[in-house]
């Protein structure tokens, strides 16, 4: 990160999460979602380290008291903009639960992933915003790391009892390659909406996206498995 620049700690973080929450009038709600909503394109656009919170006041039309008294400091409000627009998400369904279709089991899968879509701006960019993380690492999300690892590994178990393999690399890379196929939707977004709105804006949108999703998925698994038949290891090998 940028000298003079810290990452949140652990005592900032007590800030957001005093024992007695204060109560909001509504102007206060609206000026502390202003905030948020503000804060959350800029970490987005800029990343922590590049955001001054005078930034973030002047964006919100408030003064930087007002950051203070919502939020405790930059840190606290860092932690809400990754937080909050996310406290409605479910846990993974059991989309790996044994069953014979693997396209549906990985629809299942993309739809976890991709619900943050449907769910308003706030959500959109705090996703954007934990993507960012994972390439500008604040630690504030280390934690998660467990879960996020545990999400990946069963999908990993998914593919490697469908092929009938063991867990190895080739499916290692074919897991991370399905989860990117989830990562465009979110930061491509702008791009696809500018070029074909319908992709976003109809009302089956969420759903469209999953089933064009889960082709592609079913579809580099069912590639992979074609890559490791003895036909196909044989014919690359004559090839080479």
């Not at 973030?56 to 932690?79: C, E, S």
């Not at 545990?150 to 074919?174: I, K, S």
């Not at 390659?177 to 009302?203: E, H, M, N, Q, T």
Request: hydrophobic share 45%.
């Amino acid at each position: 990160m940028a000298a003079g620049n810290h990452s949140p700690t652990a005592s900032a973080l007590d800030l957001e999460h005093p024992s007695h929450p204060r109560k909001l009038r509504a102007h206060g709600v609206q000026a502390r979602e202003r905030i948020l909503l503000g804060a959350l394109r800029l970490f987005v656009a800029r990343g922590y380290a590049s955001t001054p919170v005078r930034d973030i006041a002047h964006d919100a039309g408030v003064n930087i008291a007002a950051i203070a008294y919502y939020f405790g400091d930059k840190a606290g409000l860092y932690r809400a903009a990754l937080y909050e627009p996310m406290q409605g998400e479910d846990a993974a369904p059991a989309f790996d639960a044994p069953g014979p279709d693997l396209r549906a089991a990985l629809a299942r899968y993309l739809r976890h992933c991709l619900q943050p879509l449907s769910q308003g701006e706030a959500s959109l960019l705090s996703v954007r915003l934990r993507f960012r993380e994972a390439v500008e690492p604040t630690g504030m999300l280390d934690h998660e790391r467990a879960s996020k690892a545990e999400l990946h590994r069963r999908l990993v178990a998914l593919l490697a009892r469908h092929a009938g393999v063991q867990p190895d690399p080739e499916l290692e890379a074919l897991a991370f390659s399905i989860f990117a196929l989830v990562a465009y939707p979110y930061f491509g977004r702008d791009r696809v909406k500018a070029a074909c709105p319908a992709l976003f804006d109809a009302p089956d949108a969420l759903e469209s996206w999953v089933g064009r999703l889960a082709d592609y998925a079913h579809a580099m698994a069912a590639a992979d498995a074609r890559r490791r038949t003895p036909s196909t290891i044989q014919r690359h090998d004559q090839e080479s």
